[in-house]
């Protein structure tokens, strides 16, 4: 369908040159889909571990056809918990410590992104997703995790943008809240304590502007396209906003997927994918 001008360029009325209305809607954005940038299938990983979280590590995961290798910060944040690779299941997560702490995992995407500047980052929106199976709080109250993006190991400081979701066994409800570093923004708490199998996506435009939400009792599967219906598809997770005349974002380089376990909560990551909304070919 032809597209009709915002304003008449000779006399600055809106709705077009023969129109003088209102802008009419934008047409849908056909001609962009999600593609897979890169598809870290943990299922297919080769078999490492298990491995007890201390003061950070460094472990490489390969998969059995060589097709990828992810470099993962493992750390204990007074929660000695433990990560297993095992082939045909998953990276296996689990914390230990039934009254605080965290166990996480900090997944280095951009050593996996040889494309990755500004202009790869800024020219189409991009998601990275986690898929997680078995997921069990073992019965602990405030057991649960924080997830989402930062440009270091950290799951609380740095540049990190996250979902922080805590089960509360008492009231069969998940408390949930949208994470900047070491502070949260509560939202409404999911009515239910949390399925086995969870789904998050956290979607970057513009850089480092996020959306984010997780879909219960879903695996793998495209992320929504409407990155600003927060109504139900996301979570409005804000940005650090970019600085004048420059050419890198907080994402451009050492960008990284944490993964946090809190408390006793073990799961099963099976897979991380990196997606970008972009010209279907």
Do not use: H
């Amino acid at each position: 369908m032809p597209v009709v001008p915002c304003f008449d360029p000779n006399t600055g009325a809106s709705g077009g040159p023969t129109s003088g209305g209102p802008c009419p809607p934008c047409p849908p954005d056909t001609g962009r889909s999600w593609q897979v940038y890169k598809d870290f299938d943990f299922t297919a990983g080769v078999s490492q571990g298990p491995y007890t979280a201390a003061g950070g590590t460094n472990y490489v995961l390969a998969d059995t056809g060589g097709g990828w290798s992810l470099t993962v910060n493992l750390k204990s944040g007074g929660n000695a918990g433990t990560m297993e690779l095992i082939n045909g299941t998953g990276l296996k997560l689990e914390g230990v410590n039934a009254t605080s702490g965290v166990v996480s995992a900090a997944f280095l995407l951009s050593e996996e992104i040889p494309d990755l500047g500004y202009e790869w980052l800024c020219e189409n929106p991009m998601c990275v997703q986690i898929v997680i199976d078995d997921y069990d709080i073992q019965g602990d109250d405030l057991s649960g995790f924080i997830v989402g993006l930062n440009n270091t190991t950290s799951y609380s400081s740095g540049k990190l943008r996250a979902l922080f979701f805590q089960a509360r066994t008492g009231s069969s409800t998940e408390e949930r809240s949208i994470r900047t570093n070491g502070s949260n923004t509560g939202i409404a708490d999911l009515p239910s304590l949390p399925p086995a199998t969870r789904r998050m996506d956290f979607v970057l435009t513009d850089g480092d502007r996020m959306s984010a939400n997780v879909y219960d009792n879903v695996g793998e599967a495209n992320p929504a396209t409407d990155f600003f219906d927060l109504s139900g598809n996301y979570l409005q997770c804000g940005s650090w906003g970019l600085s004048r005349n420059t050419t890198t974002t907080v994402y451009t380089s050492n960008m990284r997927l944490v993964f946090a376990a809190a408390q006793k909560l073990k799961c099963t990551i099976k897979a991380i994918r990196i997606l970008q909304f972009k010209a279907t070919p």
